[in-house]
């Protein structure tokens, strides 16, 4: 089993819809994650933190369901900017290292 | 402010020559990663640094792979008689603390080509 499993999508919605996407983690202990975007070819960026109580930012809610070792990314009223590739990242217990997800494809058309 | 920064951009290089690819990371930054992406795929843990040394190695595919970080700043990384499957894009990253709690800083990458 992958350490960190996203489904790649891709996800294909008209702008203003919400959507969402999950990601799943092997080790329960994982203490960190993240979301992050990356534009085709360009480098990843960090979206956000994800805390254990839930975290939002503007259209953005990010959210950890430990008992089920997943996290979730929803994005409410989408826009055409918003089409990128969303990376889920984990830091396992004792490491250093962050691991990325393959990441979800997100494509928002007009 | 300055972000981090690698050189070359990009790099096309025959099979079996060396190559090597440099991260100069934010200022101050004391933990420096090293990631591959192959394309279409998802990024690939090389190595770690906190200051100079390498705590985790666990990453680097072969004895080929090796880095090194001097000053606590700016790394290498070099790849030996490189192989068509050596290419990819190589990121690197680095954070304020390195503790798996601090968000990764990437810079622009090196796409390298393996002809």
């Known amino acids: 089993r992958k350490e960190v499993e996203q489904d790649p999508g891709p996800f294909n919605v008209p702008e203003g819809a919400t959507v969402a996407f999950n990601c799943t983690y092997s080790?329960?202990?994982?203490?960190?994650f993240f979301w992050y975007r990356q534009d085709c070819r360009k480098e990843p960026k960090l979206l956000m933190s994800v805390y254990s109580s839930g975290n939002e930012d503007g259209r953005f809610t990010a959210q950890l369901n430990r008992a089920s070792q997943y996290i979730s990314l929803l994005i409410r009223d989408s826009k055409l900017s918003d089409s990128a590739t969303y990376l889920c990242?984990?830091?396992?217990?004792?490491?250093?290292?962050?691991?990325f997800g393959s990441g979800t494809r997100l494509l928002v058309r007009p | 402010g300055a972000g981090v920064s690698q050189s070359p951009s990009n790099k096309v290089t025959e099979k079996g020559k060396d190559v090597e690819l440099r991260c100069d990371p934010i200022s101050g930054h004391t933990a420096l990663y090293w990631y591959r992406q192959s394309l279409g795929q998802g990024l690939e843990f090389l190595i770690y640094f906190q200051g100079n040394s390498a705590p985790d190695k666990s990453g680097l595919p072969s004895d080929r792979f090796s880095a090194e970080r001097t000053g606590g700043s700016v790394s290498t990384l070099t790849i030996q008689r490189t192989q068509q499957e050596d290419s990819a894009v190589y990121l690197c990253?680095?954070?304020?603390?390195?503790?798996?709690?601090?968000?990764?800083?990437f810079g622009n990458g090196t796409r390298l080509t393996v002809t």
């Open positions: 080790n329960s202990a994982s203490q960190s």
């Open positions: 990242v984990v830091n396992p217990p004792g490491s250093y290292k962050l691991i």
């Open positions: 990253a680095s954070s304020l603390l390195g503790q798996g709690d601090s968000p990764l800083h």
